[in-house]
């Protein structure tokens, strides 16, 4: 099983970008998939995670505005749209599947399968 994120870089204050993260090995028919990031100098936290095989959907509340995770079961990918981004969105944004969806939770310790991460730098 092996995840792949993409989309990082520079971006500006008040940008949007897309992240993907494309699996091999891991169909998107059972269980769960996520996204997390970890901030310079702080500890990894949770973003949104989908339930692959009922599509529930469930956001940290910080997330709710700004962040859309979505998925498409033929290639296999997972994506995060982030919009108006902020500098405090810096970040190595990372994907993740697990079992059940409570393997979920923040901070993303029951997920069995990670990617290595993709950086994000929001600066002018």
């Known amino acids: 099983v092996q995840f792949v994120e993409s989309g990082g870089g520079l971006v500006q204050p008040g940008g949007s970008l897309r992240l993907s993260c494309t699996a091999s090995?891991?169909?998107?028919?059972?269980?769960?998939v996520g996204w997390f990031r970890q901030a310079p100098g702080k500890e990894r936290e949770k973003i949104a995670c989908?339930?692959?095989?009922?599509?529930?959907?469930t956001y940290v509340d910080s997330a709710l505005r700004r962040f859309t995770i979505f998925d498409d079961k033929p290639k296999n990918t997972l994506y995060l749209q982030v919009r108006d981004v902020k500098p405090e969105d810096t970040a190595v944004y990372y994907c993740a599947a697990g079992t059940r969806h409570e393997d979920c939770a923040d901070p993303g310790s029951g997920m069995q399968y990670w990617g290595k991460g993709t950086l994000v730098t929001v600066n002018v």
């Open positions: 090995g891991f169909t998107f028919e059972h269980g769960v």
């Open positions: 989908i339930n692959v095989g009922g599509g529930k959907t």
